[in-house]
């Protein structure tokens, strides 16, 4: 599979526990853009990378939140001292920053549940 | 008022019928719309791209953008079972990195 894979799928978490997601690009995509989807909403962009470095932050991410793309392959989205308000689907996507580079590829998405 | 607004249904029709999908949005930089599909509990599928105004079709998919208007569409043809999934607008700017989503319409498509 070619696409964009993320790590791991589901995760139940206890409240002020810290989660890690992990997400592999498409493999030449330079660019990497993480989501949040709660239910019934569209996702809401969080932060993107373009190689190693994170061009975007949106206000969403709070000081909790902090991502990483460490040698512009993969990436890491970390939640510290979860809230329950932090339950999501938290998504991954990649693209090309040129020519179809606005032609954006999701992945599954890791879900996350705190309780 | 949000940048992009999308009517979340549900809308349910029966097989074969014509399906209109449609948003709006107050940015009138925005350049790129895209259509993506979303099966429960799954990451959303691109469905058609389109940049600037015009129409695309694509099988089945026909992808409307109306930027006086600021009205974009999504026509299905045909429609399956299959087909029944949320659908959501997507769109952004030229110098944008990321796109702004609509909230998604559920299409359920009876046999």
């Known amino acids: 599979d070619t696409g964009v894979s993320q790590n791991p799928r589901h995760k139940i978490t206890k409240r002020g526990q810290n989660v890690t997601f992990r997400c592999d690009p498409i493999s030449e995509h330079n660019r990497l853009y993480w989501y949040r989807q709660t239910l019934g909403q569209g996702p809401e962009f969080l932060t993107y990378f373009q190689n190693e470095a994170q061009l975007e932050k949106s206000r969403l991410l709070s000081d909790r939140f902090s991502a990483e793309r460490p040698k512009g392959s993969f990436s890491t989205l970390e939640i510290q001292r979860t809230e329950q308000g932090d339950s999501a689907m938290y998504l991954c996507?990649?693209?090309?920053?040129w020519g179809a580079g606005n032609t954006i590829y999701f992945g599954e998405g890791s879900w996350l549940t705190v309780v | 008022q949000k940048e992009v607004e999308q009517d979340p249904g549900p809308l349910s029709v029966p097989e074969g019928a014509i399906v209109s999908l449609n948003c709006t949005y107050s940015n009138s930089a925005f350049q790129y719309f895209m259509w993506y599909r979303q099966y429960s509990r799954k990451g959303p599928e691109l469905l058609m791209y389109t940049y600037s105004s015009g129409n695309k079709e694509d099988g089945r998919f026909t992808a409307q953008v109306d930027k006086s208007s600021k009205y974009i569409s999504l026509f299905i043809r045909d429609s399956q079972p299959s087909d029944s999934a949320t659908y959501l607008c997507a769109m952004k700017g030229g110098s944008q990195g990321n796109l702004i989503f609509g909230k998604g319409t559920k299409l359920s498509v009876k046999p």
């Open positions: 996507a990649s693209s090309l920053s």
